[in-house]
């Protein structure tokens, strides 16, 4: 082969190499849009609670919030260098509102099949399950759910959440009453106006502190498992990789701890 051919083939190898470049280049994917670039460039990191779940989100008369899952958003906040802004929401309301509205989703939610449809889940950051709260003086009265099924048992529950669905599938039976205050609904079984409310061990372990002469149902030994995470955006996946980092190390570290111990004892 002459030294021209040699040229030639050379030029064409060249070509080709770039073209491949070029056009490998083009086709790789751009990196998907992420909330935390949003958050980052807004200033502000929107969470949409209840207000209305001790110890980890409650409403006060001065429009302020507190609890163990406003004090970690504020610290999640804090580590993306951005403000936290809380918006109010209910029970019924909280994945419309999340959707529409928020970046995270806090307060005490638990993780479900149903709401997994519409959002991510952070990693879970405690272990819970429901368990009955009711007068001291009827704690081996209602043991199980069983006992607590009955006809002349008064449960209540608060809307649109985890426990009305727990006591419409395990109590058909039972005296049900669904009561729109989840603030004052333990105040109902102390009055003599119910008798149980069946909810996460958790609440059950502050409220009995909170209201004496209500005490937790064997809280060690709920009656099934639960979970408490935080509701992040759908298919976000580098906003959930750094939420999920961060609550890592706010467990690996203690922080977390330290303030649900601020909370709870």
Not at 36 to 63: E, H, Q
Not at 117 to 143: E, H, L, S, W
């Amino acid at each position: 082969m002459n030294k021209a051919a040699l040229a030639l083939l050379g030029v064409l190898a060249s070509v080709l190499m770039h073209a491949g470049v070029a056009q490998a280049q083009t086709s790789a994917p751009a990196a998907a849009p992420s909330r935390l670039d949003d958050i980052l460039a807004r200033g502000t990191l929107r969470a949409c609670t209840t207000g209305d779940y001790k110890p980890y989100s409650f409403y006060k008369a001065d429009g302020q919030f507190e609890g163990i899952d406003i004090d970690m958003t504020e610290s999640l906040a804090k580590s993306l260098g951005v403000k936290a802004e809380f918006v109010k929401t209910s029970w019924p309301n909280l994945m419309n509102d999340f959707v529409a509205k928020c970046d995270i989703g806090v307060g005490g939610v638990s993780p479900t099949l149903e709401r997994q449809k519409r959002a991510f889940f952070t990693q879970a950051y405690m272990i819970d399950g429901k368990t009955p709260i009711v007068r001291c003086d009827d704690v081996n009265k209602y043991q199980t759910v069983a006992q607590i099924d009955q006809p002349a048992t008064r449960v209540i529950v608060n809307p649109g959440g985890t426990n009305e669905r727990f006591a419409k599938q395990y109590f058909p039976h039972a005296n049900l009453t669904v009561y729109p205050d989840n603030v004052t609904i333990f105040k109902q079984i102390l009055a003599g106006k119910a008798d149980v409310m069946v909810t996460d061990a958790s609440e059950t372990l502050l409220q009995q502190k909170l209201n004496p002469g209500l005490c937790s149902v064997h809280p060690d030994k709920p009656f099934q498992y639960g979970e408490k995470a935080w509701l992040l955006p759908r298919g976000d996946v580098a906003f959930q990789q750094y939420v999920d980092q961060w609550l890592h190390l706010a467990r690996a570290t203690g922080e977390y701890q330290a303030i649900s111990d601020k909370w709870l004892k």
